[in-house]
């Protein structure tokens, strides 16, 4: 992807100037407001209430969190002010300490170094801010919140992860993998954490417990761009540099099993900025489906995966996204071109697309929703309340759920 600054254009700059006014500090209550009049509310009063289930998409342009009701039309009901972060590239959350960790800044080569912020989603406060010396990228968190498995960055040279301690941020430990580290996803086993290099053509396996890779996927088809994995992990949907497509791969034989491109769509570089013209992959919870991001036409694909691996995928259908993949992002302080991403709910009702904000749903296959500041970031995921504490959530990547 490419890499470049946006200064803020016309409309949108009193957007952020009214997200840098209502700034916080580490150790103080953020502001967060509703969408309704801009009253203030506490942290949770927005988003819990009874003893059913709430689910709430969560929204990370630079300098915000943004929360829409999934429940209610995915109406906004509540945004938080960040102006600290810049240049987000990560988010994970852990519902047992109700904290949101946000990775920014840098990632890797000569651009600088990356920080990480923890949130407190109870209190509605900054817990700590922490920086690093090398760069930092999409991370992956253990089930108890405990560890977090940290890329260095996909402009990075090397090859490293960092394994942070949840409570403070401190590096304990770190996974040498591929190059140039980027997207990372925790199995449900909690035992393994799959690592994607960009510019490494295997998608690397570690054991949580030792920190060491033992086993390579591929080789793929052009290094490891986002890519999500099944419940039981064995099967990993992988996407890659140059492709306009995806790949299945067998976690247990390490072996690629399908290449599937998308018929009837083509992909010319030279009008498409963005390396990766499939930037985003999401995997139904129940598995029986697999959707992947098309760019450079603004389209979505969706797969019949259901009989993977003895079948290969089953395109099911193509829907047009009504805003298109063009144009840079505007709250935005770094990585700014409309690359995508894709999540599904947790209960797979609706599948959320990063840098053009339409919510699509599973049922019809058609556009049912738009979200603005999905719009503006490709960095979301669900967290769902219940009297007053969250108690669950997805990663970015939508996984599947069968075990």
């Not at 840098?106 to 509605?124: C, E, I, T, V």
Request: proline share 6%; with cysteine; charged share 15%.
């Amino acid at each position: 992807m490419r890499h470049r600054p946006l200064l803020l254009a016309g409309a949108l700059a009193g957007v952020l100037w009214l997200l840098v006014s209502l700034g916080c500090s580490s150790g103080s209550h953020a502001q967060a407001t509703t969408a309704a009049g801009g009253k203030p509310s506490t942290a949770a009063a927005a988003v819990t209430g009874g003893a059913a289930v709430h689910h709430y998409e969560y929204v990370f342009p630079d300098g915000g969190i943004y929360v829409y009701d999934m429940d209610a039309g995915q109406r906004l009901v509540r945004r938080v002010s960040l102006p600290m972060v810049k240049g987000v590239r990560g988010v994970v959350v852990s519902p047992p300490t109700h904290i949101v960790y946000i990775s920014y800044g840098s990632d890797g080569g000569g651009n600088g170094k990356g920080a990480m912020l923890a949130y407190d989603l109870l209190r509605g406060r900054v817990l700590w801010q922490r920086s690093y010396s090398t760069g930092i990228d999409s991370m992956a968190i253990s089930a108890d919140g405990s560890r977090i498995y940290m890329p260095t960055g996909e402009l990075s040279s090397g090859g490293e992860w960092l394994v942070l301690d949840g409570r403070d941020g401190h590096v304990i430990s770190s996974i040498q993998a591929g190059r140039s580290p980027h997207d990372t996803v925790l199995g449900l086993s909690g035992r393994y954490v799959y690592l994607g290099g960009r510019n490494h053509n295997y998608l690397e396996v570690a054991d949580t417990q030792t920190n060491q890779v033992v086993r390579n996927i591929g080789p793929l088809r052009s290094g490891v761009r986002p890519f999500t994995i099944n419940g039981t992990e064995t099967l990993a949907y992988t996407t890659a540099t140059g492709f306009l497509g995806f790949q299945v791969s067998s976690i247990t034989s390490g072996k690629v099993l399908y290449s599937q491109t998308f018929p009837g769509f083509t992909y010319d570089p030279s009008t498409f900025p963005s390396s990766a013209p499939s930037h985003g992959i999401s995997l139904s919870p129940d598995e029986r489906q697999v959707w992947v991001m098309d760019g450079p036409n603004s389209y979505v694909h969706v797969f019949d995966v259901s009989h993977v691996p003895a079948e290969p995928p089953k395109l099911v259908a193509n829907i047009a996204l009504p805003h298109r993949m063009t144009g840079q992002k505007v709250l935005c302080a770094y990585d700014c071109a409309r690359d995508g991403w894709l999540q599904h709910s947790r209960n797979g009702r609706f599948v959320y697309v990063g840098d053009s904000g339409d919510v699509l749903s599973t049922r019809t296959l058609k556009p049912v929703g738009f979200l603005p500041m999905l719009r503006q970031s490709r960095v979301m995921l669900e967290i769902d309340w219940r009297a007053g504490v969250p108690v669950a959530t997805t990663s970015r990547q939508g996984m599947g759920y069968v075990r």
